[in-house]
């Protein structure tokens, strides 16, 4: 068994070394549904929703995992590729003032007018109440990640290693706005 799981690991690894953006869009889509599945089950959604998973899976696919593939060559250009400490400190607040910020607020929007299907009232009355708390918890937390990815992980695994992150991240969020929700009950 150990060596199917490497081969398939060394076939994963090839196909991301021939084709970076297409894998790195797959790996996004497909830890996407992994996340949202586990996430509905784990909240008690007895019926897998269907199209609920297919919006996260888009979202994943169409825009996480070609955003962070060009989002971290950037970084890498912007930084010439060095590891420092001062270096990964600067690459880490940088994300954390641009691309944090931005992709909590893109989703929330998404998650509000496309998979919720809410009026846009209703999502900027919600932005605007649950955002500071989304940013602020995400500040807590996704900067030790960002530390460790642009210090350990080669560039190439980089949002690899974030989409994998980002999946358990979600299942977290979802529980624990499940718990809030059963606390109010």
């Known amino acids: ?52 998973l297919l919006f996260k899976v888009l979202f994943g696919a169409a825009y996480l ?17 060095k590891k420092d400490s001062k270096t990964v400190a600067k690459k880490v607040v940088l994300e954390q003032l641009t691309s944090s910020p931005w992709n909590n607020l893109l989703f929330l929007l998404y998650y509000g007018l496309v998979i919720e299907g809410r009026p846009w009232t ?15 918890t995400s500040w807590s937390f996704w900067p030790v990640v960002g530390w460790v990815n642009h210090q350990y992980i080669p560039l190439q695994l980089r949002v690899v290693v974030h989409s994998v992150v980002a999946c358990f991240w979600a299942i977290f ?3 624990r706005a499940r718990s809030l929700a059963l606390n109010k009950g």
């Open 1 to 52: 068994m150990g060596s199917v799981a490497k081969k398939g690991l060394q076939e994963y690894l090839g196909q991301l070394q021939k084709h970076p953006l297409r894998t790195k869009i797959v790996t996004a889509g497909v830890l996407s549904a992994v996340s949202d599945i586990v996430a509905q089950k784990l909240s008690g959604i007895q019926k897998l929703q269907l199209k609920r």
């Open 173 to 175: 969020l979802n529980l």
């Open 122 to 136: 209703q999502v900027k009355s919600k932005i605007k109440k649950e955002y500071p708390t989304v940013q602020y």
């Open 65 to 81: 995992g070609p955003f962070g593939h060009f989002y971290h060559i950037l970084l890498e250009k912007i930084f010439k590729g």
